[in-house]
């Protein structure tokens, strides 16, 4: 029965501190600090925190602690520094996008099935991200029909939700029969928050001309 309630134990040790939820706590000098509250006096904040890669038991003044939430921080979705659970900054997870874009002018009209994969990130305002696309649509003008292959490298400029989108690359058009290259290219403007599930694209370029975009991000 002992050597159970032994394992049970570990087990559930073991679950604490490798659980993707930890309580968060933020102090007054503004460390925000993934952990395990153990508990909270009148006087101290008592606390388990990874601190060189080990898990240790420490605690705080009260006053030093400016906020606490349980269960508020899954490890997955932050940046912690390494061998620590300080927290540096929230991860952008939506690194995968799919939409359907629809595009006219005139007599014209195409829409494609696209996929795009970031590829870069950074913090600069003036280039946010680069994302690499591959799409298949169809286009019709007039009466013909055609089939579009094309594959491009975009960049996002701007910041928060709204970016400047523009992106170059090439296109295979023909009649299923025969295939001619075009550049492929856009300019326009892309709305997409950094952890939000939707993004929406307009603007115009080749092979879809003035285009409207929807999709979602993952």
């Known amino acids: 029965m002992k050597k159970i309630l032994y394992i049970l134990i570990l087990l559930l040790s073991f679950y604490k501190v490798y659980s993707q939820n930890y309580d968060l706590i933020v102090t007054i000098t503004g460390d925000s600090i993934a952990c395990h509250i153990d508990s909270i006096t009148n006087t101290k904040f008592f606390f388990e925190m ?17 906020e606490y939430k349980r269960n508020e921080i899954n490890k997955k979705t932050f940046v912690i520094k390494s061998g620590t659970t300080f927290i540096e900054s929230l991860t952008e997870h939506n690194k995968n996008a799919v939409h359907t874009t629809i595009g006219f ?49 975009s960049t996002l400029a701007g910041n928060k939700n709204s970016y400047l989108e523009i992106s170059l690359g090439a296109s295979l058009f023909g009649d299923y029969n025969y295939y ?6 856009t300019i326009g403007y892309c709305y997409q928050k950094p952890n939000g599930r939707y993004v929406f694209r307009t603007g115009n370029g080749w092979p879809e001309l003035f285009y409207l975009s929807f999709g979602i991000c993952f």
């Open 180 to 185: 001619h290259i075009y550049p492929a290219a």
């Open 50 to 66: 990874k601190v060189k890669n080990n898990w240790i038991h420490t605690y705080t003044p009260i006053g030093d602690i400016t």
């Open 105 to 153: 002018f005139l007599m014209y009209a195409a829409i494609n099935q696209n996929y795009e994969r970031l590829i870069w990130k950074s913090q600069d305002q003036l280039i946010h991200s680069i994302w690499i696309r591959v799409g298949i649509g169809t286009g019709t003008f007039f009466m013909d029909e055609g089939r579009n292959y094309l594959s491009t490298l």
